[in-house]
T-cell receptor, first 116, second 115 residues
Framework: DTGVSQDPRHKITKRGQNVTFRCDPI?????LYWYRQTLGQGPEFLTY????????KSRLLSDRFSAERPKGSFSTLEIQRTEQGDSAMYLC??????????????FGEGSRLTVL | AQTVTQSQPEMSVQEAETVTLSCTYD???????LFWYKQPPSRQMILVIR????KQQNATENRFSVNFQKAAKSFSLKISDSQLGDAAMYFC????????????WGAGTKLIIKP
């Protein structure tokens, strides 16, 4: 078990371009979360999957953002028509659970996006 | 709405000394979890310690312990015998016990360890 992995670790793009981030959770974890973190702030929730179903989406997730988790394995987060305000660290986390949320999340190292 | 406040943007401590990081929160719920997460530079966030609100006993994990004051809505983290590897951002977080996904995070405290 190598933990949660995210790719790429860093992405620099020009405004208006599309970017995609990938997250591979811990293999037996059925829950997967995406967060956004800006400098000096705590993570902000973006979306949550239980297996392949996307169960919650934050208001922060505008129509330019889309996330998928096909077959309940890895997940992708795509940002279309990037804006400078999208510059942030995008964190993926996973957890194992069938009942109540325990709050114990296993995070990846994040994907840092810089939009020029 | 629930909120989490960390009033110390930065703290420093001498190696081997003890430091306490502060956290306050606001909620109308009676059952919830509180957490301290650690984010080292360029490393992933990891859970340090968790407290269930219905438990009166303060959680401890080796050198890490909390002072949970439910009435005051205060949840501080004490790190004893500070080590260089403790240098990190520390985030306090809250979750309703009936939530399936939602953690409410504070803004973090940067902990500096002086050798």
């Amino acid at each position: 078990d190598t933990g949660v992995s995210q790719d790429p670790r860093h992405k620099i793009t020009k405004r208006g371009q599309n970017v995609t981030f990938r997250c591979d959770p811990i293999s037996e974890h059925n829950r997967l979360y995406w967060y956004r973190q800006t400098l000096g702030q705590g993570p902000e929730f973006l979306t949550y999957f239980q297996n392949e179903a996307q169960l919650e989406k934050s208001r922060l997730l505008s129509d330019r953002f889309s996330a998928e988790r096909p077959k309940g394995s890895f997940s992708t987060l795509e940002i279309q028509r990037t804006e400078q305000g999208d510059s942030a660290m995008y964190l993926c986390a996973s957890s194992l659970g069938s009942g109540h949320f325990t709050g114990e999340l296993f995070f990846g190292e994040g994907s840092r996006l810089t939009v020029l | 709405a629930q909120t989490v406040t960390q009033s110390q943007p930065e703290m420093s401590v001498q190696e081997a000394e003890t430091v306490t990081l502060s956290c306050t929160y606001d909620t109308s719920e009676s059952d919830y979890y509180l957490f301290w997460y650690k984010q080292p530079p360029s490393r992933q966030m990891i859970l340090v310690i968790r407290q269930e609100a219905y438990k009166q006993q303060n959680a401890t994990e080796n050198r890490f312990s909390v002072n949970f004051q439910k009435a005051a809505k205060s949840f501080s983290l004490k790190i004893s015998d500070s080590q260089l590897g403790d240098a990190a951002m520390y985030f306090c977080a809250y979750s309703r016990m009936d939530s399936n996904y939602q953690l409410i995070w504070g803004a973090g405290t940067k902990l500096i360890i002086k050798p």
